[in-house]
């Protein structure tokens, strides 16, 4: 069965930093793009970034570049995502995501456009001070 | 980034009449190269994570009812409940992946029974 399993919630102070782990299982992957995206309480989803599994590259949403950074550990088959200096507008569900079997090639950059079949269950990061 | 713009914010529909939702996107989502228009429709219930109804604007996911269908090519693009079941109560989203590195997602549109 193919998963995405999310570490659990986490409490955090304003300026601290929040570590998210995302475990897959049933598929390679090392195979597929991984994602994040976050849902802010009663709001619209944002995607943040990805990672590829295989090399570990990384590319970030604008908005997130100076404060996330998504890595991965191939042995453990969990990628994370660390967010640092926490203000109170991170209070968010926290989502991995993948496409395992819904990706085509961006020709012009050489990464995957994705629609996404497989999501982790969230993990609700809440920040205050 | 390319502005994806969704319509109307909540709609309320009688059970099994029709529902349908707008996505645009203010930048054109079709690859010309193989007329694929790389827009997908997610369906998100309270407390649950989104899931894949349609992809590449009209592809049904394995396992979605047939009422669910997608339409649209270019800059607009609408997903259309033909028949409302109570289970379809939810919050739906459309998202682009045309830019593989700047995936953007609708406003969201809240599904009712009237």
């Known amino acids: 069965q193919m998963q995405l399993v999310q570490s659990g919630a986490e409490m955090k102070k304003t300026g601290s930093s929040v570590k998210v782990s995302c475990k897959a299982s049933?598929?390679?992957?090392?195979?597929?793009?991984l994602h994040w995206v976050r849902q802010a309480p009663g709001q619209a989803l944002e995607w943040m970034g990805w990672?590829?599994?295989?090399?570990?590259?990384?590319y970030y949403a604008q908005k997130f570049q100076d404060r996330v950074t998504i890595s991965r550990d191939r042995s453990m088959s969990t990628a994370y995502m660390e967010l640092n200096s926490l203000k109170s507008d991170d209070t968010a569900m926290y989502y991995c995501?993948?496409?395992?079997?819904?990706?085509?090639?961006?020709?012009?950059?050489?990464?995957?456009?994705?629609?996404?079949?497989?999501w982790g269950q969230g993990t609700l990061v809440t920040v205050s001070s | 980034d390319i502005v994806m713009t969704q319509s109307p914010d909540s709609l309320a529909v009688s059970l099994g009449e029709r529902a349908a939702i707008n996505c645009k996107s203010n930048?054109?989502?079709?690859?010309?190269?193989?007329?694929?228009?790389?827009l997908s429709w997610y369906q998100q219930k309270p407390g649950q994570p989104p899931k894949l109804l349609i992809y590449w604007a009209s592809i049904r996911e394995s396992g979605v009812p047939d009422r669910f269908s997608g339409s649209g090519s270019g800059t607009d693009f609408t997903l259309t409940i033909s028949s409302l079941q109570a289970e379809d109560v939810a919050v739906y989203y459309c998202q682009q992946c045309y830019s593989s590195l700047a995936l953007t997602f609708g406003g969201g549109t809240k599904v009712e029974i009237k």
């Open positions: 990672i590829t599994p295989f090399n570990g590259n990384t």
């Open positions: 995501a993948t496409a395992l079997g819904r990706e085509d090639y961006d020709l012009l950059t050489g990464h995957r456009r994705s629609a996404f079949d497989i």
């Open positions: 930048q054109n989502i079709l690859d010309s190269s193989n007329n694929k228009s790389y």
């Open positions: 049933g598929y390679t992957f090392t195979y597929r793009y």
